[in-house]
């Protein structure tokens, strides 16, 4: 049986694994992916880093394996640019979801924009995270720079490039830029006129679960994979996790909670927002499915926040110290430290401590970071039970699943059921599902989910507890709305 390499481009760590058609792990190898920041707003990967790591991993992982590698699948992260020259070469850095650089013009895309007719066309809410603002900003601060560039492409479209020669992009990542129209899957032309950009500077589509070519016979050499080795393209890392836990079954919702963290739900046609603050966000998956639902910007990096910057303990230390007291004793925390794409959140919002007392210790403040990323995913939640999108099941994935705490914290302010997977890497499942789907080992994605997904722990909703968190809830809600004119006012000074 033919082994799978699967490699995942997160914004802190590059993953490669190799796994079998039972969705067993064999191997995995891990880079931590340097982060170029600056008090610009600043955060960009390296892209000659990007591929050094990326190679480097491979390598590491494939070792006794890579003669039985038949297929090589990518997943990468949504709403990164870079502009590439004639060449291929890279004329600026990988310009990633975390960047708030583009806030500076986006008022000027706004005037320009018929931001409805934008949404029902891409699918994708008026916020200045799209790869559509992030060339706006481009085009206005670095305009030799823009007219220079050949390409505009994301950071799995380049190792692509890397790999096969051809410049191509596929439909989760394609619909996450605010430029592809998602009925058809092309590039939406309304979206492009508003950059004066014509399609043939971007990648193109393909889709995510075929085979689109051999890796170069150069590429297999120093990745140590055989000759012949094929490359599907794979989806975004987020859906790569949800497809690895199940999302792909019926009425089977996902929650990834990465550095970022998503609710989504995947349906046989695209979902919009029927109100007018457009709170969720469709992107397409694979295999005929779409995936609405919404992200928040900050999930782990929050804690990671708090580790680095204010605890200076473990995660292990701040999981036992938050599971030692009952709850947050009054503490509220708003976890938006890079602003929310969440239209009813905004770009202008940040990071927020509300109630500290002197009796709050280290534990309350980790119960009050984990509950206010709930908090936030819960208004994703809403969105989706207001637009008739009712999952029967929950499943979530990520690195922040592995915490007890935060998967019951998140039980009970959900109000539903929640099971994690019973793996460590299903972002690595969820690309061998499409690569064993691709090779034919599969007949479709359904089978081999149902071969290779292992679900794990269930949390079950506290009733007394579901009632307390809703309650604090409501209060998240009101300083959101109360302190909306200071983040609005500081973010301008």
Not at 110 to 132: I, K, N, S, V, W
Not at 312 to 333: Q, T, V
Not at 475 to 490: K, V
Request: hydrophobic share 45%; aromatic share 8%.
């Amino acid at each position: 049986m033919p082994l799978i390499l699967a490699v995942d481009i997160g914004t802190t760590n590059i993953k490669a694994g190799v796994l079998s058609a039972t969705g067993q792990v064999l191997r995995v190898s891990t880079r931590e992916l340097a982060l170029v920041r600056d008090e610009s707003g600043r955060a960009e990967h390296d892209p000659l880093q990007l591929w050094d790591a990326f190679r480097a991993v491979c390598r590491e992982v494939t070792e006794s394996y890579g003669s039985q590698v038949a297929a090589l699948v990518l997943s990468a992260y949504q709403l990164s640019v870079l502009a590439v020259d004639d060449h291929g070469e890279p004329l600026t850095g990988i310009i990633t979801l975390l960047d708030t650089r583009p806030q500076r013009t986006f008022t000027h895309l706004l005037e320009q924009a018929d931001t409805r007719r934008l949404y029902e066309r891409t699918g994708c809410p008026p916020l200045f995270h799209y790869p559509l603002s992030k060339l706006c900003w481009l085009k206005h601060t670095q305009p030799e720079t823009f007219s220079r560039a050949r390409r505009f492409v994301g950071a799995k479209d380049y190792l692509i490039f890397r790999l096969t020669g051809s410049w191509v992009t596929e439909a989760s990542l394609g619909t996450a830029t605010q430029m592809m129209n998602l009925a058809h899957l092309q590039w939406d032309e309304y979206a492009l006129s508003l950059l004066g950009v014509e399609p043939e500077r971007l990648p193109a589509p393909v889709p995510a679960e075929r085979i689109l070519a051999p890796v170069s016979a150069q590429i297999c050499d120093e990745i140590g994979v055989a000759r012949g080795c094929q490359l599907v393209p794979g989806v975004y890392d987020g859906g790569a996790v949800a497809i690895g836990i199940g999302a792909m079954l019926e009425c089977t919702a996902a929650i990834n909670v990465g550095t970022t963290a998503m609710l989504r739900m995947a349906l046989p046609q695209p979902v919009l927002d029927a109100d007018p603050a457009m709170r969720l966000q469709t992107c397409y998956l694979a295999s005929g499915k779409w995936f609405p639902g919404g992200a928040i910007n900050n999930a782990g990096v929050t804690l990671r926040w708090l580790r680095d910057h204010v605890l200076h303990i473990g995660y292990d230390a701040m999981n036992a110290e938050a599971e030692a007291i009952r709850d947050s004793a009054g503490l509220f925390f708003l976890p938006f430290l890079s602003g929310e794409r969440n239209p009813q959140i905004g770009n202008a919002a940040s990071g927020v401590f509300f109630g500290l007392r002197g009796y709050h210790t280290r534990g309350h403040m980790v119960r009050a970071v984990m509950e206010g990323v709930c908090f936030a995913l819960r208004i994703v939640y809403e969105a989706l039970l207001d637009n008739g999108v009712t999952p029967a099941e929950v499943r979530v994935g990520g690195g922040g699943s592995r915490s007890p705490l935060w998967m019951q914290t998140m039980a009970d302010v959900l109000g539903v059921p929640l099971q994690v997977s019973a793996v460590e890497e299903p972002a690595l499942v969820g690309s061998a599902v499409l690569g064993y789907t691709a090779l034919g080992v599969y007949s479709d994605v359904v089978q081999a989910t149902q071969a290779m997904v292992q679900p794990g722990a269930r949390y079950t909703p506290h009733e007394e507890r579901v009632e307390e968190m809703s309650r604090r809830y409501r209060f998240f809600r009101r300083l959101m709305t109360d302190l909306g004119g200071a983040f609005t006012e500081h973010a301008r000074s």
